[in-house]
């Protein structure tokens, strides 16, 4: 199957600094990106869709100024934590949808970011 | 988008067959049927994706009565590596849709 691959795989950074984060689809050319976030015990919680050539779009609560999404190219795209604080410790996971992947929808994810900020 | 219940936990032993359900009482005709494998600190793998009867491919079966309200994941034979959370989406793969993931289902299975 199709591969998206993150990095870096686990960060720690101190508070006040700006982290970026990469998700690339190997294999195929990702129309779409989406970024999650998840703290330990609960589920996935989407932050940002992200296509390529445009801005992304922001869920409900998720701050576009402090979770800053970039979709330059059609396999890669990067989350920048920008001033961290240690509540933005969590599980980050990108996740890719391809332009030739057939009319199944297989949404790929990448294997995600451990961020701690201390 | 479609909000999907599912239990919070299984508790299972090896060998024995899981099945999964998940209610999706207001999935609309475009919707497809997607089921997720996630293991503690690694993204979400897929593991079935259906629109109607049963699906079946290598790992497990997907089955889904005619009304499409609800949606039954079976797994084979589990093993001590099933142990992992279960995840079901729904939503319509050709619109280009959200994947919002709901709570799944904590599935631990026992030697």
């Known amino acids: 199957g199709a591969v998206v691959s993150q990095h870096p795989s686990r960060v720690i950074c101190k508070s006040g600094t700006s982290v970026k984060i990469e998700c690339r689809s190997l294999?195929?050319?990702?129309?779409?990106m989406f970024w999650y976030r998840q703290f330990p015990k609960q589920s996935l919680m989407l932050m940002a869709t992200s296509n390529e050539g445009s801005k992304a779009t922001y869920e409900q609560g998720v701050e576009k100024d402090k979770f800053l999404i970039n979709h330059a190219s059609l396999t890669l795209s990067t989350l920048t934590v920008t001033s961290a604080h240690p509540e933005d410790s969590s599980f980050y996971i990108c996740s890719a949808r391809g332009r030739q992947l057939n009319m199944v929808d297989e949404q790929y994810f990448g294997p995600g970011t451990r961020l701690t900020v201390t | 988008l479609a909000k999907t219940t599912q239990p919070i936990s299984m508790d299972s032993y090896e060998g024995q067959e899981v099945n999964i359900t998940c209610s999706h009482n207001?999935?609309?005709?475009?919707?497809?049927i997607t089921w997720y494998q996630q293991f503690p600190s690694q993204g979400p793998r897929f593991i079935i994706q259906g629109y109607k009867t049963k699906v079946t491919n290598e790992v497990a079966s997907l089955f889904i009565p005619a009304d499409r309200k609800s949606s039954t994941l079976s797994l084979p034979r589990v093993s001590l590596s099933d142990t992992a959370v279960y995840y079901c989406l729904v939503g319509d793969p050709t619109g280009g849709f959200k994947t919002i993931f709901g709570a799944g289902t904590r599935l631990f299975v026992k030697a």
């Open positions: 294999d195929f050319q990702a129309t779409t």
């Open positions: 207001n999935i609309a005709t475009n919707d497809y």
